[in-house]
């Protein structure tokens, strides 16, 4: 009995199994991972399986499975019609691992894969990948020929869905070694979080790249990336397709201003996992981290040394447009190298270069000032480093390459690395004069996104708590068997379920006619807001069906005769049950709440700018659910409306964001037991009022999950 783990036995395997390989085609897909092992370090046993028995790649053939003696792991290289049936006999003797390549199976046959993983010992590996690489072990489970197989070694882990994108990023983060290289195709099994949590334990592993198309099991890649934190080894992640041109039409505002891709931002800025935009960026990310100690630039506040200023500037605007931190230099640093370059302004971006009057060594010294600065986190060198440049424009740098390997070797100093000023691949020369002492990044926005991402990987999430005033267990059971009661959320019930949680509205009257709604705008008093009351209308004021600003009996009468007319006309078959009289709150700013739930991801909660120009604003920042009150008012700070309430060129009094925050947090609460039958709200407007910054809702939407 094999007593290491399916996980063990897949990326450390003593013994393989290769079912598929041809007698008669050497460009069979099982002849190649043959011969990629055999032209590795791989020293275990590699049985082959053929019906036809002899000799294949100059190795005896095992005609059927059940001879086998059971391998860590088995490669299928087979037809999709043939994986199943051959995943099951490896069951039943006892494979430890199976990696699937096989593309095109059919429902069917992805079901069966799924039963047999479901119910089995043995871990499955695709279907649709190129397969794995142990590169610090020489085992090349790879699916072609010599592709990959000579990638360095080193400590960085690249766990890709796509197997051309773990092939463009191994490659592009050269120099840097690899310790593993996964292409995990369709994860119909095993997933992304599997291969984390494996690696968090991984001695050969430092720093952890993801390239996903998706997350199947939420709760298990945070539990994986929480592995990974404990265990000092940053992610970095390329999320694809996160602009779904597909996506679904949304019933809520918010459904439309919120993004596809929001439920996975969300996630991720909650985990603290940082984020790039392609592959370059990633490469870049994964090769300062490989390098550098501790494998973060802590507050990431970065100063940077050129010896152009035209370079210096654009590093200025490159950094502005990335949030990255370019601190102003303290007064005795700038002091000290005001004393080594006297005929230079002293900024960050710091031109160096460009001295008529400082020694030799200035360039030198200035650099190991910058590189020994309290206010400081790590220090950027911009030189011209690209292959493309001649032997002698290359070697005008060689003097200040120099140099930053000399201050980067120094103790008690800051990170030092260098970013080429251009993205095409870096000059032999210079990668021979640093000696992989540190990095060299291609390209400035790289180089300055790899230095926002060195920041992260820092904070553990910690769920907020629930305020006691909240749904109890019992209440939530009831709330959800009055959404299970019914087909549409009324507005009757959109208001009991939102008060539940705390969240208010203004004074406002269902009215039969128009005499009843003259009654109840004389209890709320003038000026009211009249709309149309309709089961069938989400949003009124699309449909002409909203009128402000009504200050007595008569205007409110004309109201609802103009209401009733338009809405009649724009849309015949809605039921018009009567008219809804709000109080009119003056002089409010107005905002936006709501949440869109994710079917795997769950809901995502979002607020705005509102109004009826919401989804032309675009304004809204998103969290996970549930919220807590801080961050909720965190999300708030980062939006236009954030701004204004804070008093943006006296728009309005500086306002406090507190009861807005309060309830961005309840709404996060009643998504997060309520968003698996509620996949939409949308609060809108929601009332802010200047100064004090009371709430109050004008309109709410909630919309049922579709029965399927």
Not at 249 to 256: E, F, I, K, P, Y
Not at 569 to 585: H, K, W
Request: with cysteine; charged share 20%.
């Amino acid at each position: 009995m094999n007593t290491r783990t399916p996980m063990d036995r897949l990326f450390r395997p003593a013994r393989i199994a290769i079912i598929g390989a041809s007698a008669r085609r050497t460009d069979a897909g099982g002849n190649q991972v043959i011969r990629n092992l055999q032209n590795s370090r791989y020293d275990g046993v590699i049985d082959v399986v053929n019906p036809s028995g002899g000799i294949i790649e100059g190795l005896p053939v095992t005609t059927s499975v059940d001879q086998l003696t059971p391998p860590d792991v088995a490669f299928l290289a087979l037809p999709a019609p043939a994986v199943p049936d051959a995943l099951a006999q490896l069951e039943a003797i006892g494979c430890g691992a199976a990696v699937v390549p096989s593309s095109g199976l059919t429902h069917a046959q992805e079901e069966q894969v799924r039963q047999i993983a479901a119910r089995s010992s043995m871990v499955i590996h695709g279907p649709n990948c190129m397969g794995l690489i142990n590169a610090n072990d020489g085992i090349p489970l790879w699916l072609d020929e010599g592709n990959l197989v000579d990638v360095p070694v080193g400590n960085i882990a690249l766990v890709a869905q796509s197997g051309s994108a773990a092939i463009f990023v191994a490659r592009s983060a050269a120099p840097s070694g690899f310790s593993k290289i996964v292409s995990t195709g369709n994860e119909m099994a095993l997933g992304a979080a599997d291969y984390v949590s494996w690696l968090a334990d991984d001695p050969d592993t430092a720093v952890i790249g993801l390239v996903l198309e998706s997350i199947q099991d939420p709760a298990h890649f945070r539990s994986a990336v929480g592995k990974s934190r404990a265990s000092g080894k940053p992610i970095v992640v390329l999320k694809v397709g996160r602009t779904d041109s597909g996506a679904r039409a949304t019933t809520a505002h918010t459904g439309a201003v919120v993004a596809p891709s929001a439920a996975y931002e969300a996630l991720f800025e909650e985990l603290d996992v940082p984020t790039v935009a392609d592959y370059d960026e990633l490469a870049t990310s994964l090769q300062l981290l490989a390098q550098l100690p501790g494998r973060s630039l802590r507050g990431g506040r970065l100063g940077v040394i050129t010896i152009s200023g035209g370079q210096a500037a654009m590093a200025a605007d490159l950094a502005e447009d990335l949030g990255v931190e370019l601190p102003t230099l303290g007064a005795d640093l700038a002091r000290s190298i005001a004393e080594v370059l006297p005929d230079i302004p002293i900024n960050n971006p710091l031109d160096a270069g460009g001295t008529l009057v400082g020694a030799e060594t200035s360039y030198e010294e200035a650099l190991d000032l910058m590189a020994s600065a309290p206010d400081l986190d790590g220090v950027m060198v911009l030189l011209d480093c690209q292959s493309t440049l001649n032997d002698i424009e290359i070697a005008y740098e060689d003097e200040y390459i120099v140099a930053a390997r000399k201050v980067a070797g120094r103790s008690d100093r800051l990170p030092v690395f260098v970013a080429s000023s251009s993205s095409v691949n870096i000059h032999e020369r210079t990668r021979t004069l640093l000696d992989d002492q540190l990095p060299v990044l291609r390209g400035v926005r790289n180089a300055l996104v790899a230095t926002r991402v060195a920041t992260r990987n820092t904070r553990h999430p910690v769920r907020p708590d629930r305020p006691a005033d909240l749904p109890t267990p019992v209440d939530v059971e009831d709330l959800r068997s009055s959404i299970a009661a019914v087909d549409v959320i009324s507005p009757d019930l959109t208001r009991d379920l939102l008060r539940s949680y705390g969240i208010s509205f203004v004074a406002r009257a269902n009215a039969a006619d128009v005499d009843a709604a003259v009654t109840a705008a004389e209890e709320i008093g003038y000026p009211v807001v009249l709309k149309i009351d309709s089961p069938d209308i989400a949003h009124r004021s699309d449909v002409g069906g909203v009128v402000v600003g009504i200050s007595d009996a008569a205007e409110l009468a004309s109201a609802a005769a103009q209401v009733f007319e338009t809405v009649s006309a724009s849309c015949p078959t809605a039921t018009l049950t009567g008219f809804e009289v709000q109080e009119q709150v003056r002089d409010a700013v107005e905002a936006f709440a709501g949440y869109v739930s994710d079917p795997i991801l769950g809901p995502t909660v979002a607020v705005g700018s509102g109004g009826v120009l919401v989804e032309l604003i675009d304004d809204a920042a998103v969290a996970t659910c549930p919220t807590g009150p801080d961050k909720a008012a965190g999300l708030i700070a980062d939006t236009k409306l954030g701004k204004v309430l804070g008093g943006y060129r006296a728009l309005v009094l500086p306002t406090d964001t507190a009861p807005l925050a309060d309830l961005v947090s309840r709404l996060s609460w009643l998504a997060a037991d309520l968003g698996d039958q509620l996949t939409e709200a949308d609060l809108n407007p929601v009332l802010v009022e200047p100064g004090s910054g009371r709430v109050r809702i004008v309109d709410a939407l909630l919309v049922k999950k579709e029965q399927q």
